[in-house]
T-cell receptor, first 114, second 109 residues
Framework: TAGITQAPTSQILAAGRSMTLRCTQD?????MYWYRQDLGLGLRLIHY???????GKGEVPDGYSVSRANTDDFPLTLASAVPSQTSVYFC?????????????FGQGTRLTVV | GQNIDQPTEMTATEGAIVQINCTYQ??????LFWYQQHAGEAPTFLSY??LDGLEEKGRFSSFLSRSKGYSYLLLKELQMKDSASYLC??????????WGAGTKLIIKP
């Protein structure tokens, strides 16, 4: 069973270039999330989607955009990458966006912007 | 503001017991999670508490006191594979998850 899959696993990107991080889940979860994880900090929410067709901004949305055309896919786009976007990016999903439902995470994308 | 506090690092001995504390201040409260994250891997779910008290799950237990804004994760019979970071996470009134920075637990033989 795949669960939630991210691609690529890692990437080195030149500053100013654009890139889309892909995320796909096969659990039919309504809610999906993009986080970044930096050393010494908790996971920070970039964008989220509670259901297909809707998205919302998290704690650190600037420089990122998302779309949710269907239930399974939730791509994250960096329009013009900057070095401060160097981070590990995690996509996650949960059955609902409320209550005590656990979130399932992809394996992460390690992005280096140079 | 919203804040999660947990120790940065702890060290314990194989076979022993360790308690990882977490205090929180959030805008409303809809429960507290603990996640485990091994180095270079994704976080995985350990426990969820929304009512006061202790939830036991095998070697791991999680406690919550809502009035004190306090939780702990108790790990018994420590094994080397328990070396990981443990993340305390609160769900606020808007059902947003607020993540602590994590406690890195080092297990020594």
């Amino acid at each position: 069973t795949a669960g939630i899959t991210q691609a690529p696993t890692s990437q080195i990107l030149a500053a100013g270039r654009s890139m889309t991080l892909r995320c796909t889940q096969d659990m039919r979860h309504n809610a999906m999330y993009w986080y970044r994880q930096d050393l010494g900090l908790g996971l920070r929410l970039i964008h989220y989607s509670n259901t297909a067709g809707t998205t919302g901004k998290g704690e650190v949305p600037d420089g990122y955009s998302v779309s949710r055309a269907n239930t399974d896919d939730f791509p994250l786009t960096l329009a013009s990458a900057v070095p401060s976007q160097t981070s590990v990016y995690f996509c996650a999903s949960s059955s609902t966006g409320t209550g005590g439902t656990e979130a399932f995470f992809g394996q992460g994308t390690r992005l280096t912007v140079v | 503001g919203q804040n999660i506090d947990q120790p940065t690092e702890m060290t314990a001995t194989e076979g022993a017991i360790v308690q990882i504390n977490c205090t929180y201040q959030t805008s409303g409260f809809n429960g507290l999670f603990w996640y485990q994250q091994h180095a270079g891997e994704a976080p995985t779910f350990l426990s969820y508490n929304v009512l006061d008290g202790l939830e036991e799950k095998g070697r791991f237990s999680s406690f919550l006191s809502r009035s004190k804004g306090y939780s702990y994760l108790l790990l018994k019979e420590l094994q080397m594979k328990d070396s990981a970071s443990y993340l305390c996470v609160c769900m606020d009134s808007n059902y947003q998850l607020i993540w602590g920075a994590g406690t890195k637990l080092i297990i020594k033989p």
